[in-house]
């Protein structure tokens, strides 16, 4: 019966350590390299693979990102790099951060909520909403928004249009977009995206101009910003896709005053969102 008691405790813990990490910006993958660098001491990668299970050129891509986080540290000899976590003043300070950044988007949040009801009050616009359903509402929307006169497309990202559009269209889309030059920036979390090699040589395009040309991404943690739909913004326009119980539909708002809230809100999670390419900015 208390070996009973013990497993249950231990098992709580684990739980509580798993949504702990989740809180932090862990991905399920990196909150296991640390909980086995919690017990193991300073590691190497070789011994470290044996114990997660991962392959090698996979472990340094998650230890890489648990030392920019803050939370594993590195000690290098003549042969070798040993991994271990970080001390506990590291954590406080990733803590610290994190209540900085939070304080500075609830301020910056407060002023374009200001700016937006002075722009109400002195500025009165009409507002048009449209509602569009199934696939080609999808499609619609990015040719739409693809042959625009806008100079560039802040999109919040979850690759869901690509599902819907086809490889094809997708392709014909990018290909407008790039002859327009017109930028397009996506912000997403994590699990979405990678990093783009310097070739532009990706499995989900061919066109390697726009990559390199007018493409651009970041990433920000699901923690701080949870992006579940994807949501495009333009000068006088946004569109809310939605796409739940195997119903698809698009919430088109034209609003110019609307459209620079929305705007303004992506600018500020893009300043605290992660590069990750060797070009553009």
Not at 36 to 58: E, F, P
Not at 122 to 133: A, D, K, L
Not at 197 to 218: A, C, F, M, Q, S
Not at 250 to 276: C, P, Q, R
């Amino acid at each position: 019966m208390l070996s009973n008691m013990v497993d249950i405790r231990y098992n709580k813990f684990m739980q509580n350590l798993d949504e702990a990490l989740q809180t932090l910006g862990l991905s399920q993958n990196e909150g296991n390299v640390y909980k086995v660098l919690l017990t193991s001491g300073w590691i190497t990668v070789l011994a470290l693979s044996r114990k997660c299970l991962h392959k090698r050129s996979t472990l340094y891509r998650l230890l890489e990102s648990l030392c920019q986080k803050g939370l594993a540290e590195t000690r290098v000899d003549e042969k070798t790099t040993y991994y271990a976590v970080a001390g506990s003043d590291s954590l406080k300070e990733k803590v610290s951060e994190e209540i900085r950044r939070v304080n500075k988007f609830q301020e910056a949040a407060a002023l374009v909520q200001l700016q937006y009801n002075s722009i109400l009050a002195t500025e009165p616009q009409r507002t048009e909403v449209r509602f569009h359903r199934g696939v080609k509402s999808i499609q619609m929307v990015e040719w739409k928004t693809a042959q625009a006169e806008d100079s560039e497309t802040l999109v919040f990202a979850t690759n869901q249009w690509t599902n819907f559009a086809g490889r094809e269209l997708s392709e014909q889309i990018r290909e407008e977009r790039l002859n327009r030059n017109a930028t397009i920036k996506e912000l997403a979390n994590e699990k979405n995206y990678g990093k783009i090699p310097k070739n532009g040589k990706v499995g989900w395009t061919t066109n390697k101009d726009y990559l390199l040309k007018i493409y651009r991404h970041r990433l920000i943690p699901s923690s701080v910003l949870p992006i579940t739909n994807e949501t495009l913004i333009q000068a006088n326009s946004v569109y809310f896709y939605g796409l739940e119980n195997n119903e698809i539909v698009v919430l088109e708002f034209i609003s110019t005053s609307y459209a620079n809230l929305v705007k303004g809100l992506f600018n500020m999670a893009w300043k605290d969102a992660k590069a990750l390419d060797d070009f553009g900015s």
